[in-house]
């Protein structure tokens, strides 16, 4: 009986934003469901289901249920349902690639655009929406980028926009406060910048945080904030698409569309908008990422963005390239062919490190860590069917190689091919148990899988191998996050328990 009752819950929620719970998430889903259902003085998850149905349709549907709640609680019943089905878990700066071809390309793009088209006398207008913009760093991000750009704010029409559907994150967005964790791929001096210190957290600098606001927003049900009809000329929409289902995209990519301006673009997740009809969109493939951008009605040449921006906002350093096992007998002309591919790769250089380490290992044909370089290269700029290739040939010829198969896992997270990642993931933790990364991703994958007990099971033991290293160690180049900042991200992350559930 449950469980016929919590499809239909299920089937609610989807109709009212789009959200797929699946029925192997039903235990998480009734959880979740019955503190609210308690909350409302109703004693079935029956009620519950009544409830929420009638509030699509008339108050006084509502009368008929003894719930202890006034009108204005009645009416923000689902900000309380999603922002307990939902977890708000970001960072600043996240996606390194896709924000530098907005630093370096897009955003000088859209502004060089905006200011020629201004009338003589009149500001030119910006808008900028973040939808589903969790606890804000996105849209920070983007702010901060723009004034790297020495974006002139008071000359400027300028408004950023977040949405986000839980009231929850768009409350602690508009607060602007932020722990240390959230700046785990900041640079220090862009924190130093643009934060403040406020007790035992950091909170962004009012010259910024007077442009941004922040609204809860339903991507599915609601208009999109936009002072008139096709005004954005930037929607980005990353991380949501994959816990909604096919329909309810399909609604929102056409209203995306309608709300962007003419040569206005939109980003979202890696492969979010696979099989989905993009027709009314140019679609543009970048070495970073895939961008839609609304049809134009005139081109303007792309300029580029200041060299200090592009050293400011420079992506983490990938790991260093370096093989389990040493590749025989290299001569030295080879060994600095090498150290040079691997230069290029540190300095984030990718096209360079890919031409240089090809030269090597076609020339080497035995030359693992040219293609390590190579396949790293290939990833860090989206070009994941070479960076596999590589990979593959790598693993075929040294089975042991945990570098790559890592690689392959991140590349599969990325594509949201969650069970192949989990599948190499393994795969490490079998060949080498005390790998604690992919404890850490393999954590992140359940989460997103919604399945919660699983991810609980999995920090625990990543907690367990930490305990046997130094607090001050870091785990890798791609943060700055030491071992005690993990230890305590881990335990605040475990102690959530039912709270825990993936981004919308």
């Not at 939808?131 to 008071?154: K, M, P, R, V």
């Not at 599915?220 to 698409?241: A, E």
């Not at 081109?299 to 400011?312: D, G, I, V, W």
Request: proline letters at 6%; glycine letters at 4%.
């Amino acid at each position: 009986m449950d469980d016929l009752i919590l499809k239909r819950i299920s089937d609610l929620i989807a109709d009212h934003s789009g959200l797929c719970i699946r029925p192997q998430d039903f235990q998480t889903l009734s959880d979740k469901v019955w503190l609210r259902a308690k909350a409302l003085g109703l004693t079935t998850l029956a009620d519950y289901h009544n409830y929420l149905k009638a509030l699509d349709y008339n108050s006084g549907a509502r009368e008929s249920f003894n719930a202890r709640s006034s009108l204005t609680q009645q009416r923000s019943e689902w900000h309380e349902l999603y922002s307990i089905l939902t977890i708000n878990e970001s960072y600043f700066f996240r996606d390194s690639n896709q924000l530098r071809l907005l630093s370096d390309r897009l955003l000088p793009e859209i502004i060089q655009r905006k200011q020629a088209a201004a009338p003589l006398g009149a500001k030119p207008s910006l808008r900028i929406w973040s939808a589903g913009c969790s606890t804000g760093e996105e849209l920070y991000s983007i702010a901060i980028a723009l004034d790297q750009l020495n974006f002139a704010w008071h000359q400027w029409d300028a408004q950023l926009i977040g949405t986000d559907i839980s009231a929850a994150a768009v409350h602690s967005a508009r607060q602007g406060r932020y722990s240390s964790w959230s700046f785990r791929q900041t640079p220090p001096a862009l924190q130093q910048t643009y934060f403040q210190a406020d007790g035992q957290a950091y909170k962004i600098c009012d010259r910024l945080q007077q442009h941004v606001v922040f609204q809860v927003g339903n991507l599915l049900k609601d208009p999109c904030p936009s002072q008139g009809h096709g005004d954005l000329d930037l929607i980005l929409c990353r991380n949501v698409f994959i816990y909604l289902d096919r329909q309810a995209i399909g609604q929102i990519i056409q209203k995306f569309h309608s709300a962007l301006t003419p040569q206005g673009y939109l980003l979202t997740g890696h492969t979010e908008l696979y099989g989905q009809n993009t027709s009314p969109f140019q679609v543009t493939s970048f070495p970073e990422t895939v961008v839609y951008q609304k049809p134009p009605q005139a081109a303007l040449p792309l300029p580029t963005a200041p060299a200090t921006l592009q050293q400011s906002l420079a992506s983490p350093k990938p790991p260093p390239v370096a093989p389990k096992t040493a590749p025989p007998s290299l001569d030295d002309d080879l060994t600095a062919a090498l150290q040079e591919a691997a230069a290029f790769l540190q300095q984030d250089d990718y096209t360079s490190a890919i031409r240089a380490a090809k030269q090597l290992y076609l020339t080497h044909p035995n030359c693992t860590a040219a293609r390590q370089i190579a396949a790293r290269a290939y990833a860090n700029t989206g070009c994941y069917s070479q960076a596999k290739r590589l990979c593959q040939r790598v693993i075929h010829d040294h089975p042991l190689n945990l570098d790559m198969h890592y690689l392959l896992a991140q590349i599969a997270e990325d594509e949201n091919d969650l069970e192949t990642a989990k599948e190499h993931l393994r795969k490490i933790i079998y060949l080498d148990p005390d790998f604690v990364k992919a404890y850490l991703d393999l954590a992140s994958i359940y989460d997103r899988a919604r399945q919660p007990e699983k991810a609980k099971t999995t920090r625990e033991h990543a907690l367990t191998l930490l305990a046997k290293l130094p607090p001050s160690n870091v785990l890798d180049d791609h943060s700055d996050a030491t071992v005690a900042q993990w230890q305590a991200h881990l335990k605040q992350q475990i102690a959530s328990g039912d709270r825990q559930s993936p981004q919308y």
